[in-house]
């Protein structure tokens, strides 16, 4: 990965906006910048005891990351194979008051200066910038969400092969999938088959709704039984070297009613229709509305209970978002999910859910996996 690049890019945006200095969090934002690994095994946002002073500073000449002391050992194995750019400083774990921190921050020269920040700075972080150090802190979260929606060569190679790992696995699922087992035990194995083929983690945990009651995703189908008549909504990913996939289909255990199977082409027309939107210059906006108004003028507007879809890269939802209100513009290099869905009460989800690509025309769906219909 090209770092330079990206702190060149970061460095002439501070420059327009006149700050000393840009401070990221332990996620995946300074793994963008300085590729540097994030900090335990989640991928998204993990918080690590003592390390609410974990940070990346980013001025015109340096590039300091500031962490607990017990961490460099584990970032260090891993570095082996990497250039950074960054210069590390380590504070004591029972530095609870940031004593290190505040004194690293006075010799960068931070004392009463603009500094920008990301949105996921902790408070503990912000106050000893605003009382200590007296800066002028701002919110700057725009500056690196902007380039990491854009994907370079590189990172669309590791989505991509990403996303060949979430291929197989679905085809083996078909597989594996029978009545009388329990929702769980398939969860299981769609993680023992990320292991299998050298996915380095779950890009979130792997959930398949089924039998819910309520419209709520985050209800856990996992002591469900799989019975004739099941609905599976399946949503699962990968994390391939940093990298997230996001991926969803419908499995029906049995012949579906008329009715979900009419459902079913719905939600693939709704992604039809969204992804037709999805261009260089077009928005979010406009693909979320195009989506839902199959759905809306079919009658199930009210069973669509989420946004289209979000960006996705090193973080499993970045923005731009597929939502009312999100006008930025596509650009190509951008990837998305597209993930349309009805809910049926009492059944679960019928939904699809692809990463699409923005190229210099229109969109591509990275998957190879059809949207036919799928009955086991």
Same mark, same amino acid.
């Given at each position: 990965m090209n770092?330079e690049?990206?702190?060149d890019?970061l460095r002439l945006?501070m420059s327009?906006?006149g700050?000393?200095?840009?401070i990221?969090?332990?996620d ?10 994030r900090?335990g095994g989640?991928?998204?946002k993990?918080r690590?005891?003592?390390s609410?002073?974990t940070c990346?500073?980013?001025t015109?000449d340096?590039?300091?990351a500031?962490l607990p002391?017990l ?8 570095l ?7 210069r590390?400083?380590?504070f004591?774990?029972?530095d609870? #008051?940031g004593r290190v ?6 010799? *960068?020269?931070?004392?009463g200066k ?11 972080? *912000? *106050?000893l910038l605003q009382?200590?150090?007296k800066a002028e802190?701002s919110?700057h979260n725009d500056i690196i969400f ?5 994907k370079?060569?590189e990172?669309l ?8 790992i979430?291929d197989r696995?679905?085809e083996d699922?078909?597989?594996?999938i ?8 398939i969860e299981?194995?769609?993680d023992?088959?990320?292991e299998h @083929? ?9 959930s398949? @709704? ?6 709520d995703?985050?209800?856990s189908s996992s002591n $469900?039984? $799989?019975?004739?008549?099941s609905i599976?909504g399946?949503?699962?990913?990968v ?6 996939t996001d991926f ?5 255990v049995g #012949?579906?009613?008329? #009715?979900?199977r009419?459902?079913h082409? *719905?939600?693939? #027309?709704a992604?039809r229709?969204?992804?037709a939107?999805? @261009?260089p210059g077009s928005?979010g ?14 009658? @199930? ?7 289209l879809g979000h960006?996705?890269g090193?973080?499993?939802h970045?923005?731009?978002f597929?939502?009312?209100?999100e ?11 597209v993930e349309?869905?009805?809910f049926?009460p009492?059944k ?12 210099s025309?229109?969109?591509e ?10 009955v086991?």
């Amino acid at each position: 990965m090209n770092y330079e690049r990206r702190l060149d890019s970061l460095r002439l945006e501070m420059s327009r906006r006149g700050l000393r200095a840009y401070i990221t969090t332990a996620d995946a934002n300074w793994e963008y910048l300085a590729g540097i690994p994030r900090l335990g095994g989640d991928t998204t946002k993990h918080r690590q005891h003592s390390s609410q002073y974990t940070c990346l500073v980013v001025t015109a000449d340096d590039v300091v990351a500031l962490l607990p002391h017990l961490n460099i050992y584990g970032i260090r194995d891993k570095l082996l194979d990497r250039k950074v750019p960054a210069r590390f400083v380590t504070f004591p774990d029972g530095d609870l #008051e940031g004593r290190v921190i505040k004194d690293s921050l006075f010799s *960068l020269g931070l004392c009463g200066k603009k500094v920008g920040v990301s949105q996921d700075v902790t408070a503990a972080l *912000l *106050l000893l910038l605003q009382n200590e150090i007296k800066a002028e802190v701002s919110d700057h979260n725009d500056i690196i969400f902007a380039l990491r929606a854009v994907k370079d060569d590189e990172e669309l190679s590791m989505i991509r092969r990403g996303v060949e790992i979430t291929d197989r696995i679905y085809e083996d699922l078909l597989r594996f999938i029978r009545p009388g087992q329990i929702v769980r035990e398939i969860e299981g194995e769609i993680d023992r088959l990320m292991e299998h @083929y050298g996915a380095g983690n779950s890009s979130f945990s792997t959930s398949i @709704y089924a039998g819910n009651t309520r419209p709520d995703v985050y209800f856990s189908s996992s002591n $469900v039984e $799989v019975k004739k008549g099941s609905i599976l909504g399946l949503d699962y990913g990968v994390l391939y070297q940093g990298y997230c996939t996001d991926f969803g289909r419908t499995v029906f255990v049995g #012949e579906p009613t008329a #009715e979900e199977r009419k459902i079913h082409e *719905l939600v693939m #027309e709704a992604q039809r229709r969204g992804m037709a939107e999805m @261009y260089p210059g077009s928005c979010g906006e406009r693909a979320d509305a195009a989506a839902r108004k199959v759905l809306t003028d079919a009658g @199930y507007g009210d069973r669509f209970i989420h946004k289209l879809g979000h960006g996705i890269g090193l973080d499993v939802h970045e923005c731009p978002f597929l939502a009312p209100g999100e006008t930025t513009p596509f650009r190509q290099g951008m990837v998305f999910t597209v993930e349309p869905s009805v809910f049926i009460p009492g059944k679960g989800f019928i939904r699809v859910e692809d990463e699409v690509l923005i190229t210099s025309s229109g969109c591509e769906i990275m998957s190879r996996i059809s949207h036919n219909l799928t009955v086991v």
